[in-house]
């Protein structure tokens, strides 16, 4: 299992990779607002962990076990965004109220708060009704 920094590493190569097409150390670097001495020591231990494969002159590649992992890295970072914003949590909190979860979370409760998210997305009348409570709570 990854670490919750190796996680973060993961996750942020693999959006890259995503839009870019590579991700260079400097990239990974700007990104997560680190050195780039500390992506370099992450990324030879994402290597050995076989997460990917780098080579100083040559960038790196994810490994299908390393595409894997940073796809549901993802997934999940974007579910607690979907989650976040349901529920009626302010834009300004939800992206570091998401970093500062989802390492927390077991796989069982992401896949029960997925089911969740999924119950009042095919019903908006639920999300109304969500509403109406806070709304009842506010004015107490
Ligand atoms: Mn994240």
Redesign the pocket.
């Known amino acids: 299992m990854p670490t919750p920094s190796m996680e973060?590493y993961l996750?942020r190569i693999y959006i890259l990779i995503e839009d870019k097409g590579y991700a260079r150390v400097s990239d990974i670097a700007e990104a997560l607002e680190v050195h780039p001495s500390s992506v370099t020591k992450m990324v030879q231990k994402l290597d050995k962990s076989e997460y990917l494969i780098y080579e100083r002159y040559r960038g790196l590649v994810l490994t299908a076990k390393g595409k894997k992992v940073g796809k549901r890295l993802v997934y999940r970072?974007e579910l607690l965004e979907d989650f976040m914003r349901l529920i009626g949590v302010e834009e300004q909190h939800i992206y570091q109220d998401?970093?500062g979860i989802?390492h927390h979370l077991s796989w069982d409760a992401i896949d029960r708060i997925g089911d969740l998210v999924q119950f009042f997305q095919e019903d908006k009348k639920r999300i109304e009704e969500l509403k109406h409570v806070q709304k009842k709570n506010e004015e107490d």
């Open positions: 973060d996750e970072h998401v970093e989802e």
